[in-house]
């Protein structure tokens, strides 16, 4: 297969001509990042764009006590680092890589043209802004409202929305981050994370083997608390 065409299965250029896909494609510069890596840093000035190829990051920002806060995990197909590209800011949050990860990357002018020259891409750009910030509304009302047993399911719902796969009305996600980072997700500890997870189980909402975990009825689980 031509490489370009990798471009594809990224929504936001899903609908483009093949030569301009290959146009888009030599502009960019390919990176690959080990699990656990940084890849932004918040606060740093910024003016590249960055689609993931292959594997999932995570989005965070540090609390005024030193503690992690997850604002979003993001997968396949996904991009960053647009917010310090379209405001002119430093970048917004740390973005680190939770699996081995590739990326392409797009400088801004380079990206800024595109927009100009094919503006269904700045719809979907702003269709997936949208997207973001309705999660975000989602997770400050869980952090804010809900006990533990309910911000720990919501943020199984983000993840399986990211991450997951779904089969059958169940959604399997093969990777499933380390407990400390669905506690820094939910607003809770390691030790509640781990509680809750059991407590999923021994109510057969979830399976875990290993890395891997299914809810077992997707919609039930959401409708039950959300
Ligand atoms: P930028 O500010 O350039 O660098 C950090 C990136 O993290 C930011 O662009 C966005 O791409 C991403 N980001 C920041 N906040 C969120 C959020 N709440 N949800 C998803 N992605 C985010």
Do not use: C, W
């Amino acid at each position: 297969m031509d490489s370009f065409k990798i471009l594809r299965k990224i929504p936001i250029f899903t609908d483009l001509k093949d030569d301009i896909l290959e146009k888009i494609y030599s502009r960019m510069q390919r990176r690959v990042y080990k699990k656990g890596n940084m890849i932004l840093m918040e606060e740093d000035l910024g003016d590249t764009l960055f689609l993931l190829n292959k594997g999932s990051v995570k989005i965070t920002r540090v609390s005024e006590d030193g503690r992690e806060v997850i604002l979003s995990i993001l997968g396949e197909g996904d991009f960053f680092g647009e917010m310090s590209i379209l405001d002119g800011e430093s970048r917004s949050a740390n973005v680190v890589a939770l699996e081995d990860s590739e990326v392409f990357i797009l400088r801004r002018g380079d990206f800024l043209d595109l927009l100009e020259q094919h503006p269904q891409i700045a719809i979907v750009l702003l269709q997936e802004l949208a997207s973001r910030l309705r999660k975000s509304d989602q997770q400050i009302e869980s952090l804010s409202l809900a006990d533990a047993e309910n911000r720990v399911a919501m943020a199984l719902v983000r993840l399986a929305e990211e991450l997951g796969v779904i089969k059958m009305g169940q959604v399997i996600i093969e990777n499933l981050p380390f407990q400390q980072d669905i506690a820094n997700m939910a607003g809770t500890s390691r030790e509640t994370v781990s509680r809750m997870l059991k407590h999923f189980e021994e109510k057969g909402y979830i399976k875990k083997e290993g890395r891997k975990l299914t809810i077992m009825n997707f919609e039930d689980f959401v409708k039950r608390y959300t």
